[in-house]
Nanobody
């Protein structure tokens, strides 16, 4: 079992930066691939980024490539999403998720989810 708690969301102006974090419980965190997803009002949950268990492989949605960076610190049981050059279209609830296999861009492939953190980008 893995419990995930996101933090770090908030209100930021367009062009600004924000880092959201996801703290995991359990001693097996380092064996899980982690992903970030987001859901805007009235839209489906969409893939943002994913990282392999050791951080050696990362994947990004085209819409955030070059602006967002996913990373993890297995010693702290934490995964991060650094978001630069934020745009109003990035406004959403951001969720982290854990998967007991390799990183993947489908929400249905993840086993555990956090409660989400709101990110709002003003124009």
């Amino acid at each position: 079992q893995v419990q995930l708690v996101e933090s770090g969301g908030g209100l930021v102006q367009a062009g600004g930066s924000l880092r959201v974090s996801c703290a995991a419980s359990g001693r097996t965190f380092s064996t899980y691939a982690m992903g970030w997803f987001r859901q805007a009002p009235g839209k489906e949950r969409e893939f943002v980024a994913a990282i392999s268990w050791n951080g050696g492989n990362t994947y990004y949605a085209d819409s955030v490539k070059g602006r967002f960076t996913i990373s993890r610190d297995n010693a702290k049981n934490t995964v991060y999403l650094l978001m630069n050059s934020l745009k109003p279209v990035d406004t959403a609830v951001y969720y982290c998720a854990a998967r007991s296999a390799g990183p993947y861009d489908s929400a249905g492939a993840y086993d555990y989810w956090g409660q989400g953190t709101q990110v709002t980008v003003s124009s």
